[in-house]
């Protein structure tokens, strides 16, 4: 009884303050205002294009607070943002962001790959952080008017396409360390061309032990701002060994997580048997939760025959790298990620030696790697239909 009647007195209470403030508002796309460029730019031919350095003619921002929830969203000039220099974002990192592409395909629709998994992992960077989480589903909704503005900007042809940044900060005007109660989602564009103009080419990695990406318990596996900049340098100092990016390590055991802001695998033979394993780390908290490395596992256990492939999520270290390398069972390593989908490894600087990866003769890649590309490609052009991986946005 007593209890009914607390809950009636709260429930009453909520009921009269929300009849006098106003209602705490969703994200809704519908309710979205367009400020068209009074300047619209001229496509750039796609050999002008580099990665990330040019953007469209609009970009999206929605603002909210704790008190209103989500303001309406605006699709308006691409241009500075105004902020106070107190701001959380500015301070203490508060900032997330996801990275995904929009294609061309033959019939001049343009798609996305698998938003939907970007909008789970932007609401978990959120959660993270204390910063708002969204109806994913209309964030898309979002990105696809925006495109819509600057769809004769979206360029076409296989490896070509509109790489969008949704980005989300704190923008609270405050010192104090805590929640941030206001917020800024906001959507760039950029048009880019395909990772290797001419073909893979292969990298060298520095196995990189003395300083580490992620730990247990920490955040790695959450795409926020603030895991970035601090593996920069450990870049830099690889680069100046000759070594393009790292293969970052955890632990005493010498696991191997990710290299450079890519998911990593490796493809092992097993010289008895002859049978190969495509391998990957687990997602432990450790391992950012890539579209592309969730990608090609479903299609690597669709497609590969098990009676010829096992296809493995487990620790392995370098150490096991570097043995099976020496006994012939090496195959093939490469990255992946959304910019460069796979990226091929031929050598990997690990103590005094390199352990060397094998390629196919002539080519820049193994054979998997190249399958792979492929495999990916033709879902991403529309060439092969796949359940609900390719989204028609504009
Ligand atoms: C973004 C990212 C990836 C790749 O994720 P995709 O969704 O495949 O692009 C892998 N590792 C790190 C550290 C990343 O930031």
């Known amino acids: 009884m007593l209890r009914g009647t607390s809950q009636l007195r709260l429930s009453s209470r909520l009921f009269s303050s929300c009849a006098v403030r106003k209602m705490i508002a969703p994200l809704d796309a519908s309710k979205v205002q367009i400020n068209k460029t ?6 750039k031919s796609n050999n002008e294009l580099e990665f990330g350095k040019t953007f469209t003619d609009h970009m999206l921002t929605v603002e909210w607070t704790e008190k209103n929830g989500w303001g309406t969203p605006e699709i308006k000039p691409y241009g500075n943002l105004s902020l106070d220099p107190s701001c959380s974002v500015f301070h203490y990192g508060f900032e997330l962001f996801e990275g995904l592409k929009a294609y ?19 609401n978990k960077s959120a959660a993270r952080i204390c910063l708002p989480t969204v109806n994913g589903e209309e964030v898309i909704k979002l990105m696809g008017k925006l495109i819509e503005q600057d769809k004769y900007l979206v360029p076409e042809g296989q490896g070509y396409a509109l790489y969008l940044r949704p980005t989300m900060i704190g923008t609270t005007p405050a010192l104090g360390v805590s929640a ?38 920490g955040c790695g596996d959450k795409k926020l701002g603030a895991n970035y900049a601090p593996c920069v340098l450990p870049q830099k100092q690889a680069a100046e060994r000759g ?17 450079g802001t890519m998911n990593v695998f490796f493809v ?32 690597a256990r669709e497609k590969l025959s098990s009676d010829e492939w096992t296809i493995s999520e487990r620790y392995f270290s370098i150490t096991e790298v570097a043995e099976k390398a020496a006994k012939g069972e090496l195959v093939e390593a490469f ?5 460069a989908v796979v990226s091929p490894i031929k050598e990997i600087g690990w103590g005094e030696k390199d352990i060397h990866v094998p390629l196919q003769p002539g080519k820049q890649s193994g054979a998997l790697t190249e399958d792979i590309a492929k495999w990916i490609a033709d879902i991403q052009y529309g060439k092969e239909k796949r359940g609900n991986w390719s989204r028609v946005v504009a």
């Open 38 to 43: 009074k300047s619209p730019s001229k496509p």
């Open 104 to 122: 061309r395909t033959p019939d001049n629709q343009i798609t996305m790959f698998r938003p939907d998994k970007n909008m789970e992992r932007l």
């Open 180 to 217: 941030p109660d206001r917020a800024l989602l906001f959507v760039i564009a950029s048009p880019v061309g395909p990772y290797y103009k001419t073909g893979f080419k292969a990298v060298r990695l520095e196995a990189t032990d003395y300083a580490t990406r992620a730990w247990p318990g």
């Open 243 to 259: 070594y393009q990016q790292n293969l970052w390590l955890f632990g005493p055991e010498k696991y191997i997580t990710e290299v």
């Open 268 to 299: 092992f033979k097993d010289s008895k048997t002859g049978k190969k394993e495509l391998v990957t780390a687990p997602l432990d908290g450790t391992i950012l939760e890539g579209v592309t490395r969730d990608s090609i596992l479903s299609l």
């Open 335 to 339: 990255g992946a990620g959304t910019a």
